[in-house]
């Protein structure tokens, strides 16, 4: 497909993009890198003809273009949920089947099973699509939208999620398919970019202001520059919560579950896991994709439902025992790409961080004067000031994935969980939220618990780990501490 764009301007509630001149020659695949802004969504959109521009004019857009991307898939999961029949039958609905959400795009058995084979679908063949972990539901995006058999293709952040063996597996699949579908892939981490495009289009807060061949890239100084660019503003974070520090001390063990057990009708998550956590430990979940490691932090934020049926004590009370969820979470924040899901409320961007005083997914009370200019400084830290009163589900991915970082941080919580946080982040926004997790263990403002499937993303001052690792004799996962 030849695409043309010729000064082209377009400004949404919350991004913009301009682009003066920029030509995509027939089956020339390209990478596409924005050292700050979220350009993946408003570009894919604007291929796909779902928005149109300002001004200038595209063309070439003929054939069919599809995309996949984080915002794609909040809309996927919002159609599902509306169809949730749980109140209408004996069990609880878990979503249209992994088979039949992809053969709906073809309406192909042949081709429907070869693409749940090629992409490590198949025991997830009749799986619904609520249950399945981040990393499965982006291996079926993709399937759903390759079913369709487009011409070109638009990748945003297509390892987002994904453990080291499927970011592998799906870089050699890409490689191949690049040889029947134009692709256009979309980074925010410079070693994702694949060896094999051909050029590189480099973006700024959604200006194209360069493009260039792979081999210029490799060498290109932007990354240094981006280095030092967040670990200034980082700095300022740290000070921001040091100007609001309080301290709230509990006694050891902040969390214990013995003899852990999590299993559903047809199958055992994990079983028989003893885990402690004391005042000044950091600890990080490591694991596959599907292996566990979401439900056993959700047995320590309490969303978990077997949470009761599991022994737990937490800031030193037996879980079950009079306690109601709002006391526990006082002391907890969470960021994690099913909470991010579930913020479907309508709420503004200011409310999305004054809800993390209290514990809510949208805001409810009514917060002080101190409250608000906290809110407000986390905002400005993080260069969102000019979208406090933007609503929430009209900000891109990245965007709203960052206030759901600072709603975590605002009230400095005992315990911050940390799963996947980076996931939808700009290069900038994650090396800010990285740096500042760093400090933040550095210090022992809150204990960390951390999930991340980069070994790159591993901090410094986290020294104890959960793994999950394969068990041999029954094809599932046990789990092993290192408390060090």
């Not at 004019?57 to 898939?73: F, H, N, R, W, Y």
């Amino acid at each position: 497909m030849d695409i043309t764009f010729d000064h082209i301007t377009l400004q949404t509630t919350s991004s913009y993009l301009e682009i003066e001149d920029w030509h995509i020659s027939l089956n020339q695949s390209w990478g596409i890198f924005s050292t700050e802004g979220d350009i993946g969504s408003i570009l894919g959109d604007l291929l796909c003809q779902e928005c149109k521009v300002d001004s200038g004019k595209i063309e070439g857009l003929s054939g069919k273009i599809a995309q996949v991307s984080l915002a794609e898939q909040q809309r996927l999961l919002e159609s599902e949920l509306a169809n949730d029949d749980t109140d209408f039958i004996d069990k609880i609905d878990t979503g249209t089947s992994v088979y039949t959400l992809i053969y709906q795009q073809c309406q192909d058995e042949e081709q429907t099973l070869n693409l749940i084979d090629d992409l490590d679908l198949t025991h997830l063949k009749d799986s619904g699509f609520r249950v399945l972990s981040t990393g499965e539901t982006r291996r079926l995006m993709l399937a759903r939208v390759l079913a369709s058999k487009p011409s070109l293709l638009l990748l945003d952040e297509p390892y987002a999620g994904l453990d080291a063996q499927h970011r592998s597996q799906l870089t050699l699949y890409l490689e191949t398919l690049r040889t029947t579908t134009q692709l256009i892939i979309v980074v925010s981490r410079e070693d994702e970019m694949p060896s094999w495009v051909d050029n590189i289009a480099l973006f700024s807060k959604g200006k194209l202001t360069e493009t260039m061949s792979k081999s210029r890239w490799d060498t290109h100084p932007i990354i240094a520059q981006i280095t030092a660019q967040s670990k200034k503003q980082s700095d300022e974070v740290l000070a921001l919560i040091h100007k609001h520090q309080h301290t709230t001390h509990f006694e050891n063990p902040l969390f214990e579950l013995e003899d852990g057990r999590v299993a559903y009708s047809d199958s055992i998550i994990f079983s028989h896991v003893n885990w402690r956590i004391n005042n000044g430990e950091h600890w990080q979940i490591r694991g596959p994709n599907g292996c566990g490691k979401s439900t056993l932090l959700g047995l320590i934020f309490g969303d978990h439902p077997q949470c009761y049926s599991n022994k737990i004590h937490i800031f030193g009370k037996k879980r079950g025992s009079g306690e109601t969820i709002w006391d526990l979470k006082q002391n907890m924040g969470m960021v994690s790409s099913a909470l991010h899901l579930q913020y479907r409320v309508s709420c503004t961007a200011l409310d999305v961080v004054l809800s993390g005083f209290y514990d809510s997914i949208g805001l409810y009370s009514q917060p002080s004067k101190k409250e608000i200019d906290i809110a407000k400084e986390w905002l400005e830290i993080l260069h969102m000031g000019k979208f406090i009163k933007t609503p929430f589900k009209q900000l891109e991915y990245g965007q709203q994935r960052l206030l759901l970082v600072a709603r975590a941080l605002v009230k400095q919580p005992a315990i911050l969980i940390l799963d996947e946080p980076y996931q939808g982040l700009d290069n900038l926004g994650r090396r800010l939220v990285m740096n500042t997790l760093e400090m933040i263990a550095k210090e022992n403002l809150s204990q960390l618990l951390y999930v991340t499937h980069y070994q790159q993303d591993a901090l410094d001052n986290i020294h104890n780990f959960v793994d999950f690792v394969p068990d041999e004799l029954d094809g599932g996962y046990k789990v092993v501490i290192t408390q060090n």
